[in-house]
C-alpha cells in the first residue's frame, strides 16, 4: 500500500488549496479514508473523513470552509480548503481508514501573509 500526498505550499490568509493523495497498491473503492493534520506542538488530529459511500465528517474547526471528496477512477481523494487561516498551518496527512498504519508522507500547509 503507497498513499502519496501532494497539493501543499504556502498560502495568504483567506486563501484556497487543494490537496491530493493518490493510493496505490489497494482496491481504492473499497476503503474510507482520511484527511489529518499536524501543527508544531501539537497532536495529530482528525481534519476530515469520507467513507466508501461517500458519507463526510469535520472537524469543527473546518466546517463550512474545507471539503473531502474521492475519485475511486483515480483511487485519489482530496481535500479542498477555502478560506484558510493561519491556524490551519500544518502538515497534512491522508490515512487509510480511520484505525490502519497506512499513511501518506504529509504535505506542508503553511498559511501566513
Known amino acids: 500500500v503507497q498513499l502519496q500526498a501532494s497539493g501543499g505550499g504556502l498560502v495568504q490568509p483567506g486563501g484556497s488549496l487543494r490537496l491530493s493523495c493518490a493510493a496505490s497498491g489497494i482496491t481504492f473503492s473499497f476503503y474510507d479514508m482520511g484527511w489529518y493534520r499536524q501543527a508544531p506542538g501539537k497532536q495529530r488530529e482528525l481534519v476530515a473523513f469520507i467513507t466508501t459511500g461517500r458519507s463526510t465528517k469535520y472537524a469543527d474547526s473546518v466546517k463550512g470552509r474545507f471539503t473531502i471528496s474521492r475519485d475511486n477512477a483515480k483511487n485519489t481523494v482530496y481535500l479542498q480548503m477555502n478560506s484558510l487561516k493561519p491556524e490551519d498551518t500544518a502538515v497534512y496527512y491522508c490515512?487509510?481508514?480511520?484505525?490502519?498504519?497506512?499513511w501518506g508522507q504529509g504535505t506542508l500547509v503553511t498559511v501566513s501573509s
Open positions: 490515512r487509510l481508514g480511520a484505525e490502519s498504519d497506512y
